[in-house]
């Protein structure tokens, strides 16, 4: 198969063509169906996009310093409890709110 012009096809159509690349690398597609391959190639590039809109959205926020919702010490005496917490790292109350737009 010709891997130059499929890339440049690849970027015609605005696909990175970085997942290609590393299937054809890794041999995967040898054993793999025309679907299955084709189904592979998405999911993976799909991944790079979601990844990169992720970094860049990382990037734009200039957190300070890493920090997640399991990182709260409990043992400091705060405003909100445990299971006021909870409710904010489920996102119960978002998901809420989007229906109700």
């Known amino acids: 198969m010709l891997t130059h012009p499929t890339l440049d096809q690849l970027h015609a159509l605005g696909l990175h063509g970085q997942a290609f690349i590393d299937i054809q690398a890794s041999g995967e597609?040898?054993?793999?169906?025309?679907?299955?391959?084709?189904?592979?190639?998405?999911?993976?590039?799909?991944?790079?996009?979601?990844?990169?809109?992720?970094?860049?959205?990382?990037?734009?926020?200039?957190?300070?310093?890493?920090?997640?919702?399991?990182?709260?010490?409990?043992?400091?005496?705060?405003?909100?409890d445990r299971a006021q917490r909870a409710v904010v790292r489920d996102a119960r109350w978002l998901r809420r709110s989007a229906r109700r737009s």
């Open 29 to 80: 597609a040898n054993g793999l169906g025309h679907a299955e391959w084709l189904a592979l190639l998405l999911d993976r590039e799909s991944s790079l996009r979601r990844d990169k809109r992720l970094s860049a959205r990382l990037r734009y926020a200039k957190l300070r310093q890493q920090a997640c919702v399991d990182d709260i010490d409990y043992r400091t005496p705060r405003g909100p």
